[in-house]
């Protein structure tokens, strides 16, 4: 089993959870959060006898660009001519590759994320970030820290050599536009835990706070670049949330208890918006 510390290791190693006792990450706890343990349970490869990753070809550019960006590899990325996946035999060479551990792309989205990634390294040129984004350290950094009986686990896409900074590549589909970004999928993927979990690692490691910052880089053309952080409310209200997530995991690995929602009937109450609806369609007014 691994020590506490800063390691680098393969994401194969890392996914199946090399700790002592199953460990939490950024991604179990968003679910303690914003699900159940039953949610946790069900996603964590040492807890779930029938886990396996979820592998959707739309993940697929965006793990690609990551590589490339992060890493300037391609090693795993395998490029099959093929004008989409319907027919049964681009099916079989793309789950052939998969079984590999390789990473199935259609020729037409290899040239697209290949755009994409020269747009984003000529963006990241441009800007005058202090210190640089992506420079002066590490690729897929692996924290290993235990807290209060509860041992942690977080990978880093790029963890700078002073611990000065962390920086966090993500693509999507949507805008990369900072205030809406911020405003939709921001929470939705849990960012506010991610950070303060990282943060959390970090300082527990090194006695160092870096600075947080995420790189969103839009799917489509022109793969625009925007840099978004955290401020000091959305900092403490992730570490609040870390904070509950933790203390759920510990009695939940104690207990071997991981419940699902409340079992009491849930009476669903009727809406304002829906009332309005029905007497715009109907012109009905609703029974007393």
Request: aromatic share 10%; charged share 25%; glycine share 6%.
């Amino acid at each position: 089993m691994i020590e506490p510390g800063i390691h680098t290791m393969s994401a194969e190693r890392y996914h199946a959870d090399p700790c002592e006792q199953p460990s939490l990450s950024a991604s179990i706890a968003h679910l303690l959060v914003n699900q159940t343990p039953l949610h946790a349970w069900s996603a964590h490869p040492r807890l779930n006898p029938g886990f396996a990753r979820e592998e959707k070809a739309q993940f697929d550019l965006g793990t690609v660009a990551h590589s490339l960006i992060l890493e300037g590899n391609d090693d795993k990325v395998r490029v099959l001519d093929f004008p989409d996946w319907r027919k049964k035999d681009a099916q079989e060479e793309r789950d052939a590759a998969r079984r590999k551990g390789m990473i199935p792309l259609l020729e037409k989205d290899w040239i697209r994320v290949q755009a994409m990634v020269a747009g984003v390294r000529l963006q990241l040129e441009a800007r005058d970030d202090d210190p640089p984004l992506f420079s002066n350290g590490q690729a897929e950094q692996t924290l290993v820290w235990e807290e209060r009986g509860v041992w942690c686990r977080a990978r880093l896409d790029w963890l700078h050599d002073d611990f000065s900074a962390i920086d966090d590549l993500k693509t999507t589909g949507g805008s990369a536009n900072p205030p809406e970004w911020s405003k939709k999928t921001l929470w939705s993927i849990g960012a506010d835990v991610q950070v303060a979990f990282y943060l959390r690692g970090i300082q527990r490691l090194t006695g160092r706070r870096p600075f947080f910052r995420y790189a969103v880089i839009e799917a489509q053309q022109p793969h625009a670049l925007s840099v978004v952080s955290l401020d000091e409310s959305a900092l403490a209200l992730g570490r609040s949330k870390v904070d509950h997530a933790i203390k759920t995991w510990r009695e939940c690995l104690k207990t071997n208890h991981w419940p699902g929602y409340p079992q009491p009937v849930y009476f669903a109450e009727s809406t304002s918006w829906e009332e309005a609806r029905w007497m715009e369609r109907h012109g009905e007014a609703l029974a007393a």
